[in-house]
């Protein structure tokens, strides 16, 4: 990265190097904007490149390769001796890492976006003060400053993991306590007990992934939990205390207090918003109680030389959220008309079996008091998820009873990761269930369900029972 002259003027500053701020720095240049990038780590890729999305994945596929060696049994597929060498998958996740960020380095350079390295900080509505002294004024900014970690209510000791000392692997504890069944408890969860630890999970909700509809979070929840040692919802760690080179821990426990020993405690209770030490009194931005940015639809905050984009407003703390807001904002800015004015936000949680939705869920219809038509496909009627040897799974499509209009798509099963996508799709082009059961999917694959489910909704499946 270059460290920039110490009193700098541009047209638009962008602070932060995530997948918000990084694409939107890239828009801007491509539309002829002059870009200063600040970022205050090393690297560019934000949270998400560096301690989120990526590595979390890389260690996720490694895990799964395994669990599925181990269940191929039935296959006529047998393992001798399967193991993991930690050095060997630490260094394979850093060398994705770094090819990335180096990626997102060579695209920064190409487009002409200087980088400047330090911490940003408001010092008046138009001009930014960087660690070291240096000063950017700019006509415009783009906040993109992400999120932190949230600290557990029981006290944060500086040997509790977060998400981003878990994800360095620095050793495989014969214990793990994951306070959060969350997105990152179950998914960090997993990958740990894949690896041999014994983790038990503590949540502080009566079910695990409490804002998943329940019949897709039952299949999921039915897959891992023989995978964990323990699962304790409606519960509350009170006390974390270091003892004998690991944790005391006391847990709430169905109004009983339990003691307990972890060689690790995993702190993963949701994030908060970087937006405490931004300075942004000194700007007309404001925030929600939370310390969210207060943004519309074209990503603007209360102050119109001043967008806010991901983990900072509001929304799913989601990369694809952050980078699609980061599109808007470049695009508002360079004159253009553009708008978040998405019908639907995908969410994928990474366990095995995958979890996703786009658009409503059958939750918010019953928050909403809103009539709905669901159409549900089991995988164990799908060919290709029987060839897969994969059937735990279901899709389902909400529909508008009146028009067949979607409204929403839910999946559990192998690689509803990708299968989502299509459901978004179909969401933004305004798609009924007709379109979806016209639409001719490749055999055998698993996205033919999506198509059966909408004939499950419609009444003209040929795929699943049907009593006269
Ligand atoms: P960030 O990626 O957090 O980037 C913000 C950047 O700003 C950082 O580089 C930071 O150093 C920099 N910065 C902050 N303050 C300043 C300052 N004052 N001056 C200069 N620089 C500053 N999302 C998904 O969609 N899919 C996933 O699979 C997924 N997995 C995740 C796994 C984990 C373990 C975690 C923690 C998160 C995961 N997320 C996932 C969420 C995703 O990482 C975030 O939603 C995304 O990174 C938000 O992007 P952003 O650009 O808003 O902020
Ligand atoms: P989360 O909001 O997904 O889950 C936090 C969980 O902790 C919730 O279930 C909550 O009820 C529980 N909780 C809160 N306080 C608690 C307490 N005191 N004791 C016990 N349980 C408690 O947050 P996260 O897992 O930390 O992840 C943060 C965000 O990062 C996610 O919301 C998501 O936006 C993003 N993320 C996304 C992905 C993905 O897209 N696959 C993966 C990881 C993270």
Not at 263 to 291: F, H, I, Q
């Amino acid at each position: 990265m270059v460290m920039g002259s110490l009193n700098q003027e541009t047209e638009v500053a962008v602070i932060g190097s995530g997948p918000g701020g990084y694409v939107a720095a890239l828009r801007l240049a491509d539309l002829g904007k002059d870009v200063v990038l600040i970022e205050e780590r090393e690297r560019p890729g934000g949270t998400c490149l560096l301690e989120g999305c990526i590595p979390s994945k890389s260690l996720i596929s490694a895990v799964e390769l395994a669990e599925s060696a181990k269940k191929a049994k039935k296959l006529g597929l047998t393992f001798d001796g399967l193991a993991f060498d930690i050095d060997a998958l630490r260094q394979w996740t850093e060398g994705v890492v770094n090819g990335l960020s180096q990626g997102v380095t060579v695209l920064l350079k190409r487009r002409g976006v200087e980088v400047l390295h330090g911490r940003a900080r408001f010092s008046g509505p138009r001009s930014l003060l960087i660690d070291g002294g240096a000063t950017v004024e700019f006509e415009k900014c783009i906040i993109a400053t992400g999120s932190n970690v949230a600290a557990l209510p029981a006290g944060m000791d500086p040997t509790v993991w977060t998400s981003a000392d878990a994800l360095k692997l620095p050793l495989v504890p014969e214990t793990l306590l994951v306070v959060g069944g969350g997105y990152i408890g179950l998914e960090l969860g997993l990958v740990y007990a894949g690896l041999g630890s014994r983790v038990t999970v503590v949540e502080f909700f009566p079910r695990l992934l409490a804002g998943a509809d329940h019949d897709l979070a039952d299949v999921m929840i039915g897959q891992i939990t023989p995978r964990l040692e323990e699962v304790l919802v409606e519960s509350r760690v009170t006390s974390v205390e270091p003892a004998d080179g690991g944790f005391r821990v006391i847990i709430e426990h169905e109004g009983k207090t339990r003691e307990g020993s972890y060689e690790k405690v995993l702190a993963a209770v949701g994030r908060v918003p970087n937006t405490s030490e931004l300075g942004l009194e000194n700007t007309g931005v404001k925030m929600d109680d939370k310390g969210l940015i207060l943004t519309d639809g074209s990503c603007m905050t209360d102050d119109p030389d001043i967008f806010a984009i991901g983990d900072v407003t509001h929304g799913p703390m989601l990369a694809h959220k952050a980078s699609r807001e980061g599109k808007v904002a470049a695009e508002v800015i360079a004159g253009k008309s553009s708008q978040f004015d998405n019908r639907s936000i995908p969410a994928v949680v990474f366990t095995d079996p995958e979890i996703a939705w786009t658009g409503m869920t059958e939750r918010e219809a019953e928050e909403r008091g809103r009539k709905i038509n669901v159409g549900r496909f089991p995988l164990a009627a799908l060919g290709r998820a029987r060839t897969l040897g994969r059937t735990d799974g279901l899709v389902k499509v909400i529909s508008d009873p009146d028009t067949g209009l979607l409204l929403g798509v839910g999946m559990v099963g192998p690689h509803v990761s990708e299968l989502i996508a299509e459901g978004s799709l179909a969401l933004e082009m305004g798609a009924t269930l007709e379109d979806l059961m016209v639409t001719i999917h490749p055999h055998p694959t698993l996205s033919e369900s999506l198509m059966e489910a909408a004939e499950v909704a419609a009444g003209t499946t040929v795929h699943v029972g049907r009593s006269r």
